[in-house]
């Protein structure tokens, strides 16, 4: 395991490394306030969940399990830590039995380079903004955070089909989008929404 290797942070973490744990933080904090953010839609209350979660992190560093993927582990810890505290946050609304922010989009999430960027990027972020929110939440998931299916199931707290389908489902309809299109034939976007957009709009379910 290199000695620079998320794992062996974790391990380092876990055996009271003060320095490690701030690595880890430094290394996780973008992806998990850009999380937090997008399922409580409030700056304020997304820093202070990743904040809180970081104090619980520290305080049963001794506890914790070795895990493969510590991003995966935190975001999971992050969700279920903005879940428990659903009595105080106004903007949750009920999904399955559970309550959880309506999971959207902004278009400063859409990183596109065009004259015309501001409409793209709100047509992008709109139409994202239509699938029912597990959707919205699994694809950014995978394809902005770059997490494997059995790690997005995890965070989400869901089987692996179940993120499959969510998955699926979602290209389909964003396939079916004509706004978008008419965009991924004439706008040029980062790696990530090249994916995303590659697979929607080509054979790739056959």
């Known amino acids: 395991?290199?000695?620079?290797?998320?794992?062996?942070?974790?391990?380092?973490?876990?055996?009271?490394?003060?320095?490690?744990?701030?690595?880890?933080?430094?290394?996780?904090?973008?992806?998990?306030?850009?999380?937090?953010?997008?399922?409580?839609?409030?700056?304020?209350?997304?820093?202070?969940?990743?904040?809180?979660?970081?104090?619980?992190?520290?305080?049963?560093?001794?506890?914790?399990?070795?895990?493969?993927?510590?991003?995966?582990?935190?975001?999971?810890?992050?969700?279920?830590?903005?879940?428990?505290?659903?009595k105080s946050l106004s903007l949750m609304i009920p999904i399955s039995g559970q309550r959880l922010a309506s999971f959207t989009y902004s278009p400063q999430d859409l990183y596109i380079q065009q004259e015309d960027q501001e409409n793209y990027q709100q047509q992008v972020a709109s139409a994202l903004n239509k699938l029912p929110i597990r959707q919205r939440e699994a694809i950014y998931l995978k394809f902005y955070e770059e997490l494997s299916y059995p790690e997005v199931a995890k965070v989400m707290g869901v089987q692996y089909q179940s993120v499959v389908n969510f998955i699926y489902r979602g290209l389909q309809a964003l396939k079916e989008d004509s706004e978008l299109q008419k965009i991924v034939n004439v706008c040029p976007v980062s790696i990530e929404h090249a994916i995303l957009i590659l697979m929607i709009f080509t054979d790739f379910f056959g």
């Open 1 to 86: 395991m290199p000695p620079s290797s998320p794992q062996h942070l974790w391990t380092l973490l876990k055996k009271g490394n003060h320095q490690a744990f701030e690595t880890i933080y430094r290394q996780n904090y973008p992806t998990l306030f850009r999380y937090a953010q997008r399922l409580i839609s409030d700056r304020n209350l997304a820093d202070q969940g990743v904040q809180d979660l970081f104090v619980r992190i520290w305080e049963s560093r001794e506890r914790l399990a070795e895990v493969e993927s510590p991003r995966a582990y935190l975001l999971t810890a992050l969700r279920r830590e903005l879940l428990a505290q659903k």
